[in-house]
Structures are given as structure tokens and as C-alpha cells.
């Protein structure tokens, strides 16, 4: 059975920084596309990057020039690094991997973004 687990969420300052990130176990399946997704409370979930490779590679507006999404082939993973963050970040981050007919969602992980 395929999981993907994230972590890395946390409560943070606005101004700064976080990182999260997210592994798929239970598959040797090399996914075509992984990304992250957000949903703040009351808000419909919304896509935050995607990445199929390093030369396509996808972000909304709201953070463009200020996260970072990454994939590691070989450990099935993706990053998200996040910089400048702003209290309208707070959401659960979730992680998504597809391809093949395979779509796979996290359990979500928290970030929270106030002084």
C-alpha cells in the first residue's frame, strides 16, 4: 500500500522561513509529476508547485519567487522550501504524487505563519 508522509510543518514567524517535505513509501513506482497543495480553513484546496522534472516546474502566483519545490528521484520524494513567508501561507500543506493512472494524497502537515 502506497503512503506518502510529509513533515516538516510547524508554527513560524512571519518574514521567515520553513521547509517540508514528503516521502512516498510502499512503491518502487517512479511517479510523473509530485507537488503540493494547500488548504487554509474555509478555503477551497489550491494548488501551491508542482514538478515533473527540473525544466517543468510550476508555481502559483501567490508564491512565486519565494518557495522552492524540488524532487528527489531515487527517494521518491519532494521538498517544498518556503521563504518570506506571510500569515495568508497559514494552511495544511498537502503532498500529491501521480502518473500511470496512480493518484496519491498525504495526510497533510500544518504550518502556521503569525507572531
Known amino acids: 500500500q502506497v503512503h506518502l508522509v510529509e513533515s516538516g510543518g510547524g508554527l513560524v514567524q512571519p518574514g521567515g522561513s520553513l521547509s517540508v517535505s514528503c516521502s512516498a513509501s510502499?512503491?518502487?513506482?517512479?511517479?510523473?509529476?509530485m507537488g503540493w497543495y494547500r488548504q487554509a480553513p474555509g478555503k477551497q484546496r489550491e494548488l501551491v508547485a508542482t514538478?515533473?522534472?527540473?525544466?517543468?516546474?510550476n508555481y502559483a502566483d501567490s508564491v512565486k519567487g519565494r518557495f522552492t519545490i524540488s524532487r528527489h528521484n531515487v527517494r521518491n520524494a519532494v521538498y517544498l522550501q518556503m521563504s518570506s513567508l506571510k500569515p495568508e501561507d497559514t494552511a495544511v500543506y498537502y503532498c500529491r504524487a501521480w502518473g500511470r493512472g496512480h493518484d496519491y494524497w498525504g495526510q497533510g502537515t500544518q504550518v502556521t505563519v503569525s507572531s
Open positions: 510502499g512503491t518502487n513506482f517512479r511517479f510523473t509529476a
Open positions: 514538478i515533473i522534472s527540473i525544466g517543468n516546474i
